[in-house]
């Protein structure tokens, strides 16, 4: 079992850089693959960008991609999203998910463990 928990959210301007951080405790971190998703008002949760266990592949929705780096550092466990450029329509709760031994899919469903998610909001 792993326990997830997110920070660094908040309320920026349009343009501006934030990161988010997920802290991990429980099982090994480092054989886990990790996502980040994001979900707004109203709508479904969607996939952000995943990191592979294995060799640290990474992978990014078309929508953040050139402007979001997803990171993970295994000694401290704990797995980073730096968001830069960032629109208004990045503005959502964002939530990190893990995933025992996993490729880093974009698909929730293969996520078993989740964190409680931390509001990023960018205004115009």
């Known amino acids: 079992q792993v326990q997830l928990v997110e920070s660094g959210g908040g309320l920026v301007q349009a343009g501006d850089s934030l990161r988010l951080s997920c802290a991990a405790s429980g099982r090994t971190f480092s054989s886990y693959a990790m996502g980040w998703f994001r979900q707004a008002p109203g709508k479904e949760r969607e996939f952000v960008a995943a990191i592979s266990w294995s060799d640290d592949s990474t992978s990014y929705a078309d929508s953040v991609k050139g402007r979001f780096t997803i990171s993970r550092d295994n000694a401290k466990n704990t797995l980073y999203l730096k968001m830069n450029s960032l629109k208004p329509e990045d503005t959502a709760v964002y939530y990190c998910?893990?995933?025992?031994w996993g490729s880093g899919t974009s698909n929730p469903k293969s996520y078993r463990h989740w964190g409680q998610g931390t509001q990023v909001t960018v205004s115009s």
């Open positions: 998910a893990a995933d025992l």
